[in-house]
């Protein structure tokens, strides 16, 4: 039986334990590297005259208008729900506003992003759209 099952399920061993915790301090550690990278290039675009051209023109879409009302929004709930107009920037911009955000708070290496889109033609648009503004190379 599944109760009999999990009664005889074993706790782990102190050497187990203790892998755990190096394995979990491991991954801190690679994130905090990929959080100092991440943050370093996001200084170092935002000094390319392409990359702050893209930033005037994406400012002006409806979704950059509420970064700081999203990201709190984001902050305080577990489930967000974004709605708005074909083309406001709901795709393009609201994965960028959250990533630069964690990025500028040293956590950019535990940010994890997916946009999923109905059609692979769409996501491959999407990716390159997003590239270009972040003035990236698509698959970085």
Known sequence: SVEKEDAEEEEPTAEELEAMQEQKDARRRKEEVESRALLKGLEEK????????????????????????????????????????????????????????????????????IVTQPRRISAVSVAEHISRERAEAVGL
Request: hydrophobic content about 35%; aromatic content about 4%.
């Open 46 to 113: 935002r000094a390319l005259p392409k990359y702050r051209e893209m930033l005037t023109i994406r400012q002006n879409l409806p979704a950059f208008k509420m970064k700081s009302k999203v990201l709190q929004a984001i902050e305080e709930n577990s489930v967000v729900v974004v709605s708005g107009d074909t083309g406001c920037g709901k795709t393009t911009q609201l994965p960028q506003l959250v990533l630069d955000d964690w990025i500028e708070k040293g956590r950019g290496g535990e940010c994890s992003i």
